[in-house]
């Protein structure tokens, strides 16, 4: 089992950054894939970047098309934690972050593949 704790959501303005943090503790964290997702009211959780776990050897990681080239995922196995950098933030990445384990080694872009969350952090991009 995996817990994991978010932290570093905020307020900020447009154009500007952000990094969130999410802490793992429990059995091997280092061996989980990691992602991030975001939700806003009356919407479903939405895919923002995923990362693999260590030791894996294909694509390291994967972002959704809104957040390519503003947001990098990564993560330090030495501190079980994954970051996610967010960059040149908009008013639309307005949203509840949370952070997610999934078993295996490789990045997932799917929200059922993930077994373990965080309790999410807000993020607050003001125009």
């Known amino acids: 089992q995996v817990q994991l704790i978010e932290s570093g959501g905020g307020l900020v303005q447009a154009g500007g950054s952000l990094r969130l943090s999410c802490a793992a503790s429990g059995r091997s964290p280092s ?4 992602g991030w997702f975001r939700q806003t009211p009356g ?7 995923a990362i693999a776990s260590i ?11 809104s957040v390519k080239g503003r947001f990098t995922i990564s993560r330090d196995n030495a501190k ?3 970051y996610l950098q967010m960059n040149s933030l908009k008013p639309e990445d307005t949203a509840v972050y949370y952070c997610a384990a999934a078993f ?4 997932r872009m799917t929200l059922y593949e993930y077994s373990y969350w965080g309790q999410g952090t807000q993020v607050t991009v003001s125009p």
Do not use: L
Request: glycine share 14%.
């Open 31 to 34: 061996t989980y894939a990691m």
């Open 43 to 49: 919407k479903e959780r939405e895919f923002v970047s």
């Open 55 to 65: 030791g894996w050897s294909g694509v390291n990681t994967y972002y959704s098309d």
């Open 80 to 82: 079980n934690t994954v």
């Open 104 to 107: 295996g080694a490789g990045p």
